[in-house]
């Protein structure tokens, strides 16, 4: 979400009210929603919504249902057929999630579901920034979040791989604490989130 859909939520905010400020930690959903935000170090936590929701003691608001797409520079070989075979890539490098994340567990069921091992990672990291800046060579292929692609694609110079997933959407929105009263600015958040969300909802 930090790379695509809370910045497109920020800007369209500030753009309105120029002098708010936004204190923003990342982290992965488990973090967020498990730590910060029952200890109130946040006000509201933004992204994969854990299931079974909601959780007890917090409310969970699906924004819309978020999947996953192999990507590519624009400069990589792949983007430009017109169709691709999951096994056609498994000697390519790939720049691959830790495997104890919910991103790696996407890739072993899509490579599971083809009858393929998974392929040999060339990089591992948990920034989908760093991610994406190796994807821009051309070189690399990764799997890339579909509100990314969206929001940030085009910025980052990504291209999705026409290649077929077996992957089951999960819900993306906002999380946050059951009897707290959040603040205005958040409250604002969450109705300015609703508005940009609305076309990943239709797509998805």
Known sequence: MSAGFVPAVIDRLTRQYPKMVFHVTQGDPATLQDRELRSRNIELAVGRILEPYPAEGMNAEVLFNETVFVAAGADNKWVRRRKVDLADLI??????????????????????????????????????????????????????????????????????????????PGPAGIVTLKNRTLSPLAQLFIETAREVAKPMAKSS
């Open 91 to 168: 000697d390519e490098p790939w720049a691959l999630p830790p495997t104890a994340s919910i991103a790696y567990s996407y890739m072993t069921t899509a490579f599971s579901a083809a009858g393929l091992t998974m392929p040999q990672a060339a990089v591992v990291t948990f920034s989908l920034q760093f991610m994406s800046s190796l994807l821009a060579t051309g070189r690399y292929l990764g799997l890339v979040p579909s509100s990314m692609l969206r929001f940030s694609g085009k910025r980052l110079g990504l291209r999705v791989v026409p290649v077929e997933l077996v992957v089951r």
